[in-house]
């Protein structure tokens, strides 16, 4: 699917594999590793990564920070914090948009042209998969309605098979938007 300038798809697999100038990570707020995606990431990229992460002090929720990809083929890596989710009314759905512009802004910054996003806080931190979807779609829409020369090519990428098809409405609805 198309967003002017930018080629949107959603990728059923692992990210890890993905070659984009950049994949996100859903991190946690010590940005040293963890289980999921995060774990993957750096298994995948190997122990360089940890010592990087180290000298960023940490991320908050809603923020991202770069460090470079290592053994991974993506150049970088953009480390968000989802929120856990807690019932909806902690202002949870404004840190997941947050996560996502976030992101782009740091990908924008670095004059990358693709990247890749898994589908952050849905899995230990327990985002709803549908809700998630809906946010994650129209906070990527929004971002390159208004800037619509910035990026090549944005993947969502879910681990499963229902997922993706969440994940495939949702892009179908925000674009509808
Ligand atoms: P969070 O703590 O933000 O919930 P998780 O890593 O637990 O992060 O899960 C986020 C999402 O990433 C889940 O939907 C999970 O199924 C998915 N996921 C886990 N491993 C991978 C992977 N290697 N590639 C892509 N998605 C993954």
């Known amino acids: 699917m198309q967003s002017g300038a930018t ?11 993905l070659d984009y100038d950049a994949i996100v990570n859903a991190a946690n707020s010590s940005l040293l ?10 298994r995948a990229a190997g122990p360089d990564l940890v010592h990087e992460c180290r000298l ?14 290592y053994r991974l083929k993506a150049r970088y890596i953009i480390h968000t914090v989802g929120p856990v989710w807690r019932g909806g009314d902690f202002g949870e759905p404004e840190l997941l948009a947050s996560c996502y512009r976030s992101s782009l802004n740091v990908a924008r910054g670095h004059q990358l042209e693709s990247m ?36 090549r090519k944005i993947a969502f990428v879910c681990f499963d098979v229902g997922a993706s098809a969440i994940f495939q409405q949702a892009l179908s609805e925000a674009l509808r938007m």
């Open 56 to 69: 960023l002090g940490g991320c908050k929720t809603g923020q991202a920070k770069i460090t470079k990809g």
């Open 7 to 17: 080629c949107l798809e959603v990728v059923n697999g692992d990210i890890t594999g």
């Open 116 to 151: 890749a996003f898994p589908a952050i806080s849905t899995g230990i931190y327990g985002f709803p998969m549908p809700a998630a979807a809906a946010v994650a779609t129209r906070t990527v829409i929004e971002f390159l309605v208004a800037q619509p020369e910035i990026f």
């Open 33 to 42: 590793g963890g289980g999921g995606v995060d774990g993957a990431i750096h």
